[in-house]
T-cell receptor, first 110, second 106 residues
Framework: KAGVTQTPRYLIKTRGQQVTLSCSPISGHRSVSWYQQTPGQGLQFLFEYFSETQRNKGNFPGRFSGRQFSNSRSEMNVSTLELGDSALYLC?????????FGPGTRLTVL | KNEVEQSPQNLTAQEGEFITINCSYSVGISALHWLQQHPGGGIVSLFMLSSGKKKHGRLIATINIQEKHSSLHITASHPRDSAVYICAVSQNKLIFGTGTLLAVQP
């Protein structure tokens, strides 16, 4: 089975722009979670989607949003980018037993 | 105070040594995860525990629910074990510790 894939792998944007990141889960997985990793804050949970519905949400501003499609692929969007949004964004798909992480998208905001 | 605390933050070991990384948490959880992250970012899930002990190869993870504590042990450590090890607890969402940077020297 193919693993979790994320596109793009690297992205450079400027302040004020918006960005959309994509995640394709492992085939058959209906749950997709998104995480942000920064040197200062470490790993933090953004949100989780299950069968196209947001099931849980972390403590991030409304500029961070996401959605899941009927094929379980998920996108996250960040609007009005700030310098502090520079981070590694990871998605994971999973079952009740474990989470499988994608390679991440490294976003740099200039 | 963080809800998930790991110790030590940094650990250097010689090849072959027995390694222990500790994780304490202060919230109610449904499960605890141990993750491994290599340079470059890729994260691998090593264990998910809700009680007792699990073993996979040279890795052993234990959890004491009453004491809210878990340990990850690596036996016969090898330089390829060098990575960041992250403890995370499930509480509707994953809450992560700050990680332990392990360097195993040959």
């Amino acid at each position: 089975k193919a693993g979790v894939t994320q596109t793009p792998r690297y992205l450079i944007k400027t302040r004020g722009q918006q960005v959309t990141l994509s995640c394709s889960p492992i085939s058959g997985h209906r749950s997709v979670s998104w995480y942000q990793q920064t040197p200062g804050q470490g790993l933090q949970f953004l949100f989780e989607y299950f069968s196209e519905t947001q099931r849980n949400k972390g403590n991030f501003p409304g500029r961070f949003s996401g959605r899941q499609f009927s094929n379980s692929r998920s996108e996250m969007n960040v609007s009005t980018l700030e310098l502090g949004d520079s981070a590694l964004y990871l998605c994971a798909s999973g079952t009740d037993d474990t989470q499988y992480f994608g390679p991440g998208t490294r976003l740099t905001v200039l | 105070k963080n809800e998930v605390e790991q110790s030590p933050q940094n650990l250097t070991a010689q090849e072959g040594e027995f390694i222990t990384i500790n994780c304490s948490y202060s919230v109610g959880i449904s499960a605890l995860h141990w993750l491994q992250q290599h340079p470059g970012g890729g994260i691998v899930s090593l264990f998910m525990l809700s009680s007792g002990k699990k073993k996979h190869g040279r890795l052993i993870a234990t959890i004491n629910i009453q004491e809210k504590h878990s340990s990850l042990h690596i036996t016969a450590s090898h330089p390829r074990d060098s990575a960041v090890y992250i403890c995370a607890v499930s509480q509707n969402k994953l809450i992560f510790g700050t990680g332990t940077l392990l360097a195993v020297q040959p």
